[in-house]
Each structure stands twice: as C-alpha cells, then as structure tokens.
C-alpha cells in the first residue's frame, strides 16, 4: 500500500502498479500448477497479509486467487519434457492482496453471505455468523488450487457444497447442524442428498476421504507434506503449520507461528488438510462444462 484517502465516506486504497492475479497467470499457463517452492513462498506471505488484517480487526471475506496479484508477472517459458509442452515459470513470486471492497472490521455490520462460493466457509453457507477465520479456510482452499490447478469444491449449490465437504472431511459438527435455521439441508441430523442423480454420482467419484491421501504413499501426499514444511525464513524448519481448522477457530498468527499440525483425524473438519490432502486420481474430469467456463464465473454473489 502506497497510500489511503477517504473520498465521500469511502476509504481508498492505493497500490504500487501491479501484475496478473495468480489465477489469470494460472489459466495462461493452462492451469498447470505452480511448483512447490513458488506455492511456500506464495503461502508465508498470505499468511503475513492476514495477520496483519486480523491484527487490526479486519476481515477480507473475499479471499481467492484473482484477488491476489504478483507484484511482477514476468515468466520465463520451459519445456515440460514428461508432459511434452511449453509451460511459463513466474519469475518472481512476491504477492500482495488486493481488492478490500468487501472487507468488514470487527465492529461493523456482518453480512449474512461473504466469499465466492468456491471460497465460501461452512459456517457462512449455513449462515451461523462468521469472523476472521473465514479469511484462513479461504486461504487453505486458495493453496489447494495453486497445488493442483483446480478449485477443490466445484460447486454453485449450497446442498452440494456441503456434501462435498463432508466427503473430504467428515460429518459436519453436530453443534453447527443444530445451530443452524437451514434445517432444509437435513434430516435427523444428516444431510439429505441423493448419490443416484447425476450430481450425487459426481460427488461420489470425485470427493474422496482424507484418509484416502493420509493411507496412500502417494506422490501427492509426499508433495502435500513437503507444501506444509514451511520453511521459509521466520518459520522453524520441519514445523507443520496449522493453516486452517475452522472447528479448532486457528487464526493467520498460528499459521505463521507453526505450533502443530493433527495427524489425527479427531472429528475432520481440517480445512488445511481438506485443501491440501485431498485426493482424485488425475486425469481430472471437470464437471459438465469446461474448466474455464466454471472458473470464470467466481463470484461472491453466487
């Protein structure tokens, strides 16, 4: 930031010129994804960024990768010779975050929906209030797509949404079942869904447990510890950090400090690991229609 006025009641924010978002540089490049060391570098300083907001009692609530911009988008262009193509390396990997039209301090009115969708907390979709850490399970979701080129919960429906992420991390908390007035998506406590339409088929197939990525020796669940070492300088060496865990209410601070990581499942609800261990078997198969179609429609309206 370079500089902030208040024009008729509305706070300005000024930035340096910048890039491309990461997901217009993500699409370019065919939505191949970024390499592990550009994704931990990529990581610290999102995690620097939401300290600092949540620090002083602010929340983004739109947190997703066209909102957040290389501060140069040059790239060099390599030859990828196990996959037989040309793909764009960044050059630099610096971040920052942008777009604060939708942030809320603390103190402010809470909208009842915040975030794109693909975004979105659970906590938000069953409208049971939110704060700061709605910012640290958009992150977690945010890393994903930049390990494996797709959005994790390929979505645009609350009911689905939801079984999506009880296929990757569990049971919802039984709590935010009986908290919340969307008692339409339930039955007895338990999501009402049908696995035989084409939509429930779809989930079935493509959600998978995260004890599928926690069984397997996988070259995924290898990288996926690897992202996690945090490294970088001001993190100890060998520390997983706790990037999100809604259920747990972690914070950006914790995420930096690096503190613990559960290995255990206790109850799902891991956003972290939901972002970072899941599992589909490549090739993927977008849904329905093409990938660029369903990525380009992110909105936080829907």
Not at 64 to 77: A, H, M, Q
Not at 185 to 198: A, C, I, K, Q, R
Not at 275 to 286: C, D, E, K, N, V
């Amino acid at each position: 930031m370079s500089d902030w006025f208040n024009f008729h009641g509305h706070m300005c924010i000024a930035f340096e010129l910048l890039g491309k978002n990461t997901f217009e540089f993500l699409k370019e490049n065919n939505f191949q994804p970024y390499p592990l060391p550009q994704i931990r570098h990529m990581a610290y300083q999102l995690c620097h960024a939401l300290r600092f907001l949540h620090d002083n009692q602010l929340t983004h609530t739109d947190l997703k990768p066209e909102n957040i911009l290389f501060v140069n988008s040059d790239f060099d262009t390599l030859y990828n010779e196990k996959k037989s193509c040309e793909e764009k390396s960044i050059r630099n990997t610096s971040i920052r975050v942008a777009d604060f039209g939708s942030a809320t301090f603390d103190h402010e009115h809470h909208t009842t929906i915040v975030a794109t969708r693909h975004y979105r907390p659970p906590e938000v979709i069953l409208e049971l209030g939110w704060a700061q850490p709605c910012d640290v399970w958009s992150t977690g979701c945010i890393l994903f797509e930049y390990y494996r080129g797709f959005t994790l919960f390929q979505t645009h429906e609350n009911r689905e949404h939801l079984v999506m992420m009880e296929k990757i991390l569990g049971p919802i908390p039984s709590h935010m079942v009986h908290k919340t007035r969307k008692q339409k998506y339930f039955h007895n406590g338990n999501l009402v869904w049908d696995e035989n339409t084409s939509d429930g088929r779809y989930v079935q197939e493509n959600c998978k447990p995260l004890r599928v990525g926690a069984a397997g020796g996988a070259d995924l669940w290898r990288g996926t510890c690897c992202l996690l070492r945090m490294s970088t300088t001001g993190l100890r060496e060998g520390n997983f950090p706790s990037i999100i865990s809604f259920y747990r209410a972690p914070n950006s601070r914790s995420a930096l400090r690096g503190g613990y990581w559960c290995w255990e499942w206790e109850g799902g609800w891991d956003t972290a690991a939901a972002s970072l261990y899941y599992h589909t078997t490549p090739p993927f198969s977008p849904r329905r229609t093409c990938c660029t179609t369903r990525w380009s429609t992110h909105s936080s309206s829907t």
